[in-house]
């Protein structure tokens, strides 16, 4: 089995080293990359995932997809490889909707998260959620995951629930997201 090589980075997303081993990526607190993939679905639905055991934030809801970019990997390929390790999705870049950059916090890992949706026609598309990465995945309307995220906090990645606010605030223009 090949070990993973992420970047290290600086301040300003710049590249500084490579480390290998996912298991090294928060040791040290240093900034990395991370991507999340909000999942909307013709007909008005949302995906949520909750994260398999032996993962980060194992047991939590989160984003449809997410994950770490590797090194020089780029945001969008790494969104892409993760959208079929995941959810067993080929998409393609062209596809995917870049909404915002969200920089390293003590929340979301010392991450520099980049936020994208895709809209998925489930006539055309079907999940086939890996085992070893998701535990449950469930569609929703996006009203009742709002109320859900807010009333529920604790059973939610916090990296996702920063996500899941720009997304609230820059896509859908929903003011009052809870920025925590």
Request: aromatic residues 8%.
């Amino acid at each position: 089995m090949d070990i993973e090589s992420f970047s290290i980075v600086n301040s300003k997303d710049e590249h500084m080293l490579v480390i290998f081993g996912k298991e090294n990526l928060h040791k040290n607190g240093g900034y990395h990359r991370a991507v999340h993939i909000l999942i909307e679905v013709f007909g008005g639905l949302f995906v949520l995932q909750k994260k398999a055991k032996g993962t980060e934030n194992a047991g939590k809801w989160s984003s449809a997809v997410s994950g770490h970019v590797r090194y020089n990997e780029s945001y969008e390929e790494a969104a892409m490889r993760e959208m079929e390790e995941e959810l067993g999705l080929k998409i393609e870049k062209k596809d995917l909707h870049r909404i915002a950059k969200i920089k390293p916090s003590a929340d979301n890992g010392n991450e520099f998260v980049v936020v994208f949706s895709y809209l998925m026609d489930p006539e055309e598309e079907v999940l086939k959620p890996d085992p070893k990465e998701v535990d449950e995945i469930v569609m929703g309307k996006l009203d009742d995951f709002i109320e859900d995220v807010e009333s529920h906090m604790d059973e939610y990645s916090p990296a996702f629930v920063g996500a899941f606010n720009v997304f609230l605030v820059l896509e859908k223009g929903i003011e009052g997201a809870n920025n925590e």
